[in-house]
């Protein structure tokens, strides 16, 4: 299944949870995550179906002032 992840092509051999992904791709918590531009909950991370040419987009906090 492909997948894009920040912009970037992905290959998922297995059906795997959002979180299981995003962590292969590299994100280190605290993190947000939306799929197809719609925001996914902390607590639907580990339940979120993803479909193929699904878009997720991995948001991390800024800090600054």
């Known amino acids: ?6 912009g970037q092509t992905v290959e ?3 059906t795997k949870s959002l979180l ?3 962590g ?3 994100a280190i918590a605290p993190f947000a995550l ?3 531009g719609q925001f996914v909950p902390k607590s639907q991370h580990e ?3 993803l ?3 699904d878009s997720i987009e991995i ?3 800024v800090q600054g002032g």
């Open 51 to 53: 479909a193929e040419q």
């Open 59 to 61: 948001l991390s906090p």
């Open 12 to 14: 998922v051999t297995e």
């Open 1 to 6: 299944m492909q997948l894009k992840i920040n």
């Open 24 to 26: 292969e791709f590299g």
């Open 47 to 49: 339940s979120w179906n």
């Open 34 to 36: 939306a799929v197809n």
């Open 20 to 22: 299981d992904v995003v």
